[in-house]
């Protein structure tokens, strides 16, 4: 069964960092693809970064590239999202996502084709 607990959101003023994590139970991390995707009131679930595990192919969206950096550990099966340079417009829920099967399609997938989410984490930025 798998079950995505994620952590590390808080309140920052602009311009700060943050590091939200994902402990990812029944996950493999050798298949499949995973997410980072965040939703501001009002708005539609957007994916921030999402990776095709085999290859460690990812996909980041335009107005976080240069800002915000996937990693994760094996080991651990935890995957996390330092996030650079906060603005305010990145004040959302931030939520994980997790599907066991997909197809490599260059680490880019809609939350539509993830059947695995976690509760979410909330940033605020404010300015």
């Known amino acids: 069964q798998v079950q995505l607990v994620e952590s590390g959101g808080a309140s920052v003023q602009a311009g700060g960092s943050l590091r939200l994590s994902c402990a990812a139970s029944?996950?493999?991390?050798?298949?499949?693809?995973m997410g980072w995707f965040r939703q501001a009131p009002g708005k539609e679930r957007e994916g921030v970064v999402t990776?095709?595990?085999?290859?460690?192919?990812?996909y980041y969206v335009e107005s976080v590239k240069g800002r915000f950096t996937f990693s994760r550990n094996n080991a651990e099966k935890t995957v996390y999202l330092q996030m650079t340079n906060l603005k305010p417009e990145d004040t959302a829920m931030y939520y994980c996502a997790a599907q066991l099967d997909c197809p490599n399609s260059g680490g880019r997938y809609r939350a539509s084709e993830y059947r695995y989410w976690g509760q979410g984490t909330q940033v605020i930025v404010s300015s």
């Open positions: 990776i095709y595990l085999p290859y460690g192919i990812t």
């Open positions: 029944g996950v493999t991390f050798s298949t499949g693809c």
